[in-house]
């Protein structure tokens, strides 16, 4: 083994085809791809989306010829500029085009990728060039679209159609429909099947002097020329001779067939990372399901010193199958198209310490300029990711830490003023209300969260309750650390078995680190005060003011939604509706 790892705790972990992580990473179409984002800082959601292109009613521009439609294809930047990406072929005489030209990107969840569409006729003197290599001003323009990837893979078909229009149409108060664009989205995943397995071993080897093994299973798979290549690994299991490790996860993708041959071997672990190889097991998957089938063992090898398979040394050592299970692992984007939906909350912080909002100095100062403070850029950039998400785009609204008029001090109120209902309409209709709520209340405190969080949590419950099929996103922003943190704590725990995330932004110049502790990345999930484990992370914290190379604060915000959403989905054996 050589020395694989270099720290014991990190050592001792499974690594790949583990619950989290298979369940994070299913679907994942390119290895290649995904390494590459993830050493780019890019650890959200990236499925690659290949799209194809349709027209109908392009208006012909020649009396007596008809046109000969090219499409072209552009993503645009935050700045507004414009990177072409993609030109189709030329249609032949068709006011109705469907090109056969496609165009695979990588869908990133937390980013809003704006695709821009302009149709031109191409005149037949060109029709012998390169399409790459035809100057577009020379060709008539026929029509351009615009859209959001995430608005046409949230369509039930994942087709999205879109009008057409000229320069002259769009500055008419009256548009000139220029024809229809179709454009059609399918996730290139090659399997989504995956097997899940729990290995045993009985009887294994001593091969410490003074303890038993500290054993774990390196399974890889054989490609071309007999290389080795590692799949994934198990957790080590401390002083064992007869070991049970947790299930691994294989997609049948990355195996390449169920008759593809797997070699799984056990070795026992060493702190200086020299391992001691107990022994090993040749079979494809197919076999392996026959070992569970008939409940019998299969006898560990130990290779000879020639290497020749044949004079392999049989153990007594068994590897044992205890489960075998072939299941479909569906895509965040195979819930979406299946119609489940997600439905954006916001909780603004009205407590003291965010300074007056008429004076500037205050983090709820409304600059008379039109600059957003921080509570409006924070609702803008991660509403406009979600908004595509939620079809009706009513969001439920609240405020926190302040008094109302003619009021006690409310750690939960209608950011609307409303005492009836709490949601508004669109990303303009939160603005609006936060705006208006600061002419209308006094900032108070202390910060509480536990209210905020149990008001959406009880909206998620009555969710489930009346069958629906919607997961909710809870963002709270903030300026100060939490002051009920076990009462918060309690509320996340209970709030982990309901469809909800919870994002939580921190602005301002406070120490946020006790607002850490929510977040479970460290790997240790919530406890309540009785005991109660949450069954799962919801929370997300970040800080407003860190930016970390070029990846905004919204993108590490909603990196790990999709992830949650899974999570809750297949931890209740929840299938979309394809």
């Not at 690594?15 to 298979?22: K, L, S």
């Not at 369940?23 to 890019?42: C, M, Q, T």
């Not at 939906?341 to 039109?370: C, K, Q, W």
Request: with cysteine.
């Amino acid at each position: 083994m050589g020395n694989c790892f270099s720290e014991v705790t990190a050592g001792r972990a499974a690594i790949g085809g583990t619950a989290g992580d298979f369940r994070s990473l299913a679907g994942a179409p390119n290895d290649a791809v995904e390494l590459f984002l993830r050493s780019r800082g890019h650890h959200g959601l990236f499925s690659q989306i290949e799209l194809s292109f349709s027209a109908s009613g392009l208006g012909d521009r020649d009396v007596l010829f008809k046109n000969n439609p090219m499409m072209v294809l552009y993503a645009k930047g935050k700045n507004g500029a414009l990177e072409e990406i993609c030109r189709t072929e030329i249609v032949l005489s068709s006011s109705s085009p469907t090109w056969i030209t496609k165009h695979t990107l990588i869908y990133h969840f937390e980013v809003v990728q704006v695709l821009v569409f302009r149709v031109y006729d191409v005149d037949t003197q060109f029709h012998n060039l390169d399409i790459k290599m035809l100057e577009l001003d020379e060709q008539q323009f026929l029509g351009e679209a615009t859209c959001v990837l995430s608005q046409i893979i949230t369509q039930r078909d994942q087709s999205l159609t879109i009008d057409l229009h000229t320069e002259d149409s769009l500055r008419s108060t009256l548009p000139k429909n220029c024809g229809k664009l179709l454009v059609h989205a399918e996730e290139c995943v090659s399997s989504k099947t995956a097997i899940e397995m729990v290995f045993r071993c009985s009887d294994l080897e001593c091969k410490d002097l003074f303890s038993r093994n500290d054993p774990f299973l390196l399974i890889s798979k054989v490609v071309e020329g007999g290389v080795q290549i590692p799949i994934c690994k198990t957790e080590v299991i401390k002083n064992d001779l007869n070991p049970i490790w947790k299930s691994v996860f294989v997609n049948i993708q990355q195996v390449g067939s169920k008759e593809s041959i797997l070699i799984i071997e056990c070795y026992n672990f060493n702190s200086n990372g020299k391992h001691d190889l107990i022994g090993k097991v040749e079979r494809s998957l197919a076999e392996f399901e026959n070992i569970h089938n008939t409940g019998q063992g299969e006898n560990l090898c130990l290779p000879s010193s020639g290497g020749q398979n044949h004079d392999n040394k049989v153990l007594k050592s068994q590897l044992f199958v205890d489960k075998f299970i072939e299941s479909v692992q569906y895509t965040f984007l195979d819930y979406l198209a299946g119609g489940f939906e997600l439905n954006f909350m916001v909780a603004v912080d009205f407590t003291a310490s965010n300074g007056n909002p008429r004076l500037p100095d205050s983090l709820h100062y409304i600059d008379p300029s039109g600059r957003p403070n921080a509570y409006q850029r924070a609702i803008v950039e991660v509403g406009e990711v979600l908004q595509f998400y939620d079809s009706d785009k009513r969001f439920p609204t609240w405020g926190f830490g302040a008094r109302p008029i003619d009021g006690p001090v409310s750690h939960c109120f209608n950011l609307n003023g409303s005492s009836h209902y709490c949601e508004v309409e669109g990303i303009q209709g939160i603005m609006m209300a936060y705006t208006s709520a600061l002419h209308n209340v006094s900032l108070a405190g202390p910060t509480l969260f536990g209210p905020v969080i149990s008001t959406a949590a009880l909206i998620a419950s009555q969710s489930v309750a009346n069958g629906g099929r919607k997961y909710f996103v809870l963002l709270i922003i903030t300026d100060g650390v939490v002051t009920d943190l076990q009462e918060t704590k309690e509320a996340i725990v209970k709030a982990s078995d309901l469809p909800l995330s919870i994002l939580i932004v921190g602005v301002g110049g406070a120490d946020f680190k006790e607002m850490e502790v929510l977040d479970a990345d460290k790997g240790e999930r919530l406890e309540s005060s009785y005991g109660r484990v949450a069954s799962r992370d919801i929370v997300q914290f970040v800080p407003f003011r860190e930016v970390q190379s070029g990846f905004s604060v919204v993108q590490a915000l909603l990196a790990e939604l999709p992830t949650q959403f899974l999570t809750y989905v297949r931890s209740r054996n929840i299938q979309p509706s394809l």
